[in-house]
Nanobody, 115 residues
Framework: QVQLVESGGGLVQAGGSLRLSCAASERTFSSYAMGWFRQAPGKEREFVAAIMMGRGIAVYADSVKGRFTISRDNAEKTVYLQMNSLKPEDAAVYYC????????WGQGTQVTVSS
């Protein structure tokens, strides 16, 4: 069973940056479009960003466009989310998965943004 392990979250002041990582155990990782999702307390999980296989075309939610950058390293089976200019409303548990989500969710990584 494919495992997803997210890391890199933490506490940051508004305007700061974090870089999240997601390591996958799947050897065919490069065949999947991968995405980042987030869930804030009391809210449903929402799409943040996705990166296609192959040339790595990326798409973003409007709320993070211009501030977040998704990337992938197929050799390392890892997908990244560089988050800049963080806002308090970005605070959530961040998860990665295929896009659309097909795998069991990992434990996520907590991002807290202080104002």
């Amino acid at each position: 069973q494919v495992q997803l392990v997210e890391s890199g979250g933490g506490l940051v002041q508004a305007g700061g940056s974090l870089r999240l990582s997601c390591a996958a155990s799947e050897r065919t990782f490069s065949s999947y479009a991968m995405g980042w999702f987030r869930q804030a307390p009391g809210k449903e999980r929402e799409f943040v960003a996705a990166i296609m296989m192959g040339r790595g075309i990326a798409v973003y939610a409007d709320s993070v466009k211009g501030r977040f950058t998704i990337s992938r390293d197929n050799a390392e089976k890892t997908v990244y989310l560089q988050m800049n200019s963080l806002k308090p409303e970005d605070a959530a548990v961040y998860y990665c998965n295929t896009n659309p989500p097909r795998l069991q969710w990992g434990q996520g990584t907590q991002v807290t943004v202080s104002s």
